[in-house]
């Protein structure tokens, strides 16, 4: 029916669509938009999780933010309210946290959170801005060094922990073997064949990054399932977070199986890696056609699982060199660049390619200038981002000039392997990141953060780096480290904060932990690496013993003040084992000494304090529940559906921290400072070692090294057989 007054309809219309019109301006001008403050649940769910319901008083706010402005916050209170606004929902968590670390009320860390809210706010305001547009986290090996026995809950509380320290570019690649399993199916591999394929779980990230094959094998489909269930739930929450998770692509990895039934493909079989022992790996060439089909078709598979993402991880040659021609070595890199970037751009349009730094640092005599130069040369600027996170160790960004005008984050790795000595450099970040900031040709730097290979260690230095993207060094570290004291124990004194001057003199004034790869061999101190007489010509742990003592003498005098499940107790644990075994580190080198030199006497005595140390420590350790070996391994097993599955858990667990695998140096790479492993493993290999010398000595017979060396890996091995 037509109106007898169109003039009418048309008004309203004209009204409505003002009315529209209206709400839309509304939306883009406002400071906060309806859709994405509809959207901050989901920092609710953090702080709730965190406060229960005291966090009905934070009142939050998503700022409007457009790609090209940089993340900011604001925290004003009332005494009754928190009001934060911030530009995502990560950001507005990493300002709740930074407010209630800085009136002292909440510190959160992996071995605990001490939660002590006032009754009424104090009267606060701050706001920050940051120029990194990412903070990014986790190495491609976390995912083997810590997190293999992780099930939802932990993820849960570690993704809580990143939106409270501002991450928003985690790597995410639990549950990749679901798809890898379906793409290979797909191009014949047979389950038998993938079973010989896949490794152990702890041995995963090796496998992922092409350099190892079956190690610790097989891996069961129900590790597999679970870790696809683990997945779906890990990325929906970061992405509910406003983080961007860094999810797995092909980077030219086959299968043995795929490579032998595809002679005709160009396919190189690679060299055994890190010193021998491993089986071949095998690279499709980027310019068989292959390269392509099975890039993308694992990028369908893995949005059809997983949902699509904007980044994706491919290294191509971690640790390995590249198998291309000295003749066309750059085009031929150029190829590899240009293909992987392709792959991922035609089944991901827009999305980035990210790959770690640490090859440039790891093979400087490959990986020249105009190596690197050439291997980026294709790839949009603005289209890739190059991890470099070795900055504790390489210079890899200045030498590589900025990576040629592509986007790239700054960092560090801190921690190897796992393994957990008390270490790091507070004032070298500080001044590193002022150092950066300033420097004319730091080029597209877009992120900064921390890249560890393990977690659940020195955790003053996570709380310490992730606050700097924000602060920008401004703060002197003296007057940071009052403040996290205060928030962590809840209360200080000065004689506190004097030791922690001490400590920050001695321990954490050490950016790489030399140590742990001396004399080419893995292992934190002497005592945790395979026995050797070569250890009197050891020249001494980093750091400063010293003032360490000095440090301890005064905490343990405060100790008093603080109650048993305070944090203060567990950092006094963790600055109190490590001077002890750098104790026992002196001691096994004037005990090999003593043995040497024929003096029994000498040798017998300190063999009698070594053992005492070592049961000692570890007793002491019991203070640390969770890091500890029992614990690790309890959680591997109880990861396991069948006693076999258990099994097979456990022999992964126990083998990591200690054989690794091969025939090269890794052994003990992942050496771990626990409960556990002082007094039953670490001690009965000394001891064997130290009986077999003295026997020989005794006996006025040449000590056999090798033959005693032999003798303590067949232990080992036996020791993780063991369950």
């Known amino acids: 029916m037509k109106s007898e007054y169109p003039e009418i309809k048309n008004y309203h219309s004209l009204i409505n669509n003002s009315v529209i019109l209206f709400f839309i301006i509304l939306f883009f001008l406002g400071s906060d938009s309806y859709c994405q403050n509809a959207d901050k649940k989901n920092a609710d769910a953090v702080l709730e999780r965190l406060l229960g319901n005291r966090a009905k008083e934070f009142d939050l706010h998503i700022m409007e933010n457009k790609s090209q402005n940089p993340d900011s916050f604001e925290v004003e209170t009332t005494e009754s309210k928190v009001i934060i606004k911030g530009t995502s929902n990560t950001v507005i968590c990493y300002a709740a946290y930074t407010f209630l670390k800085d009136i002292g009320a909440v510190s959160v860390s992996w071995e605990g959170n001490r939660i002590n809210l006032p009754k009424k706010w104090p009267a606060y305001s701050k706001k920050l801005v940051t120029p990194f547009k990412y903070r990014k986290y986790l190495n491609a090996c976390t995912f083997g060094y810590t997190t293999p026995w992780w099930d939802w809950k932990r993820w849960e509380q570690e993704i809580d922990w990143m939106a409270l320290h501002g991450i928003n570019l985690p790597t995410a690649l639990e ?47 129900e590790w ?8 779906k739930k890990l990325l929906q929450r970061m992405r509910d977070l406003g983080m961007h998770p860094v999810v797995p692509a092909f980077s030219g990895y086959v299968p043995k199986a795929f490579a032998e039934s595809h002679p005709n493909s160009k396919i190189s079989e690679l060299k055994s890696w890190s010193g021998g022992g491993f089986e071949s790996t095998y690279l499709l060439d980027p310019n068989d056609p292959l390269f392509k089909e099975i890039g993308k078709r694992f990028i369908e598979i893995y949005t059809k699982t997983y949902g699509p993402s904007d980044f994706y991880l491919a290294d191509s040659f971690n640790e390995i060199t590249p198998p291309v021609s000295e003749e066309h070595k750059n085009e031929e890199l150029a190829d590899y660049g240009k293909t992987i970037f392709e792959t991922i751009n035609e089944a991901s349009p827009k999305a980035t390619w990210v790959m770690q730094g640490w090859l440039f640092g790891d093979n400087k005599e490959f990986w020249t200038k105009e190596a690197t130069k050439a291997f980026l040369s294709k790839v949009p600027n603005d289209r890739m981002i190059v991890q470099d996170y070795a900055n504790d160790r390489y210079k890899v960004w200045e030498n590589q000039e900025a990576f040629y005008g592509k986007q790239w984050s700054y960092g560090y790795v801190h921690n190897y392997g796992g393994s957990n000595p008390v270490y790091g450099d507070l004032n070298f970040y500080k001044n590193e990141l002022t150092s950066l900031l300033e420097n004319p040709n730091k080029g597209n730097i877009v992120g900064y953060g921390v890249m560890p290979e393990g977690l659940n260690n020195n955790s003053i230095v996570y709380e310490y780096i992730y606050d700097l993207p924000w602060t920008l060094g401004k703060e002197q570290v003296n007057d940071w480290l009052k403040k996290h004291l205060n928030a962590r124990y809840g209360k200080t004194s000065d004689a506190v904060f004097q030791g922690w001057q001490l400590l920050i003199e001695s321990v954490y004034s050490t950016k790489y932990w030399e140590t742990r790869w001396w004399n080419d061999w893995a292992g934190a101190y002497l005592f945790f690496k395979r026995p050797t007489l070569k250890i009197t010509e050891f020249k001494g742990n980093p750091g400063d013993k010293e003032k360490l003592k000095q440090a301890l003498d005064i905490l343990n005098k405060e100790a008093k003040n603080y109650e048993k499940k305070n944090l203060y107790n567990y950092d006094l644990i963790d600055a109190s084992r490590h001077y002890y075994s750098l104790c026992i580190d002196e001691m096994l080198m004037e005990c090999v000494k003593a043995y040497e030199s024929k003096n029994i006497q000498k040798g017998d005595a300190l063999f009698k304090k070594i053992e005492k140390q070592a049961v000692d420590i570890d007793k002491m350790m019991s203070g640390q529940p969770l890091n500890s070996l029992n614990n690790w391994v309890k959680s591997a097993s109880e990861y396991g559906k069948t006693t076999a599955e258990s099994k097979l858990y456990v022999k992964n667990a126990k083998t990591l921290i200690t054989l690794w695998g091969g025939e090269g140096h890794l052994n003990d790479y992942a050496s771990r400072a626990w409960k556990g492993m002082y007094k039953d493993f670490y001690w009965p290999r000394w001891k064997m070692f130290l009986q077999a010398q003295r026997e020989s000595t005794v006996k006025n017979t040449v000590f056999d090294e090798e033959k005693v060396r032999a003798s303590i890996k067949a232990w080992e091995t036996k020791w993780c057989e063991n369950n």
């Not at 597999?224 to 997945?231: G, L």
């Open 224 to 231: 597999i399932n679970k870790k696809q269930n683990i997945q």
């Open 175 to 221: 549950g990749q073997e679901a798809v890898w399993q379906e793409l290979w199916k797909e191009y014949g591999v047979t389950d038998t064949q993938l079973q010989a394929h896949f490794a152990g779980p702890a041995f995963l990230p090796w496998q992922r990054m092409g350099n190892i094959n079956s190690l610790d094998g097989p891996l069961p489909q």
